[in-house]
């Protein structure tokens, strides 16, 4: 050793006890604080795989969400025998598949049966044109459609998994045999992710499942419940970063009077109205009164003074109100347990394909029973 002076040897530092107790604390804090944040990590992903996986985005197989299958299974399982049953009932039953409440299941069972395609409707189920809401469950009755029992159940050919609580049985998918997604289109918000499927028509859609079995070109575009004009030159595929333009339907009844037979995907005529009388207070347009008519279908009365161009009304009805709107799609589906962004004409081909194969399945399991 040397034998040379070290002071911080001979004379060291004494620590205060109060510096001592900081640093632990300190030391601490910092464990605890990595602590929640990988907590907080891990259990914020899970959350928001749940919420993709299991809530807000579509199935590409059978192109529902979960709590659509889960009210359709109810009613195919429950409900078969044809005759109306009380939404109220159906939402119950619905619970014992689906853990979050009578809401949300009654306000899916409601835009299934909007839709007018898987669910025959009886009673006031709101109008998708004035915006008008159903009436509540217990005034209100519901059933399967034909087309729902032709197409969509098959249980030899679905595959289960234990519900919520592990006291029932629930399809992991229905065994669709139509592409369903595209026809009735759909629109969920998950944690950091979106989906909206634009409707198409129930015609080209079978057209275009046709010419993808013969090995043609197809091409499909959206096609709206509540009419109007579209312009697809940008629609990309119905994927990210494309967008449509849809216009109201206006025609001349006379010099004085213009009539709005169709109105934009996602506007009411209650909204239209209110944003033409927007337009009028701002000075945009001059028009004299709005009559709103609509019943099965809409028409929208308005009134012009003696003065005005109805040609610049139209064009200004078109540039300063929601009589145009653009639509942004984001073709967002799970496939094989992960969201994928494919197009429509790839959704079109893999539904078709997939048809394919439940009616094979369908076939060897008829041929083995006949054997027997």
Known sequence: MSDEFDPQIENPVEIPDEEKDSAVL??????????FRKMIDRNFLDYASYVIGSRAIPDVDDGLKPVQR?????????????????????????????PHGDASIGDALVQLGQKDLLVDCQGNWGNILTGDSA?????IEARLSEFAK????????TEWMNSYDGR???PVNLPVKFPLLLVQGVEGIAVGLASKILPHNFNEVIDAAIAHYKGEEFEL???????G???????????RGGAVKVRAKISKLDKKTLVINEIPFGKSTSVLIESILKANDKGKIKIKKVDDNTAANAEIIIHLHNDISPDKTIDALYAFTDCEVSISPNSCVIMEKHPHFIGVDEILRYSADYTKELLRRELEIRMAELEN
């Not at 300190?26 to 602590?35: E, I, L």
């Not at 009210?71 to 014992?96: D, S």
């Not at 032709?150 to 050919?157: A, I, L, R, S």
């Not at 004009?229 to 994927?239: A, E, V």
Request: glycine share 6%.
């Open 168 to 170: 029932n049985q629930e």
């Open 150 to 157: 032709e197409v969509v159940f098959n249980p030899k050919t």
């Open 221 to 227: 575009y959206p096609d709206f419940p509540t009419g």
């Open 229 to 239: 004009l579209i312009d697809c030159s940008k629609y990309n595929r119905g994927l």
């Open 70 to 98: 889960r009210i359709m299974w109810t009613l195919y399982q429950n409900y078969e025998n044809g005759r109306p049953t009380k939404t109220a009932n159906i939402i119950g039953n619905t619970m014992h598949y689906h």
């Open 26 to 35: 300190a030391k601490q804090k910092q464990g605890t604080n990595d602590y």
């Open 135 to 139: 009436a509540a469950p217990r005034y």
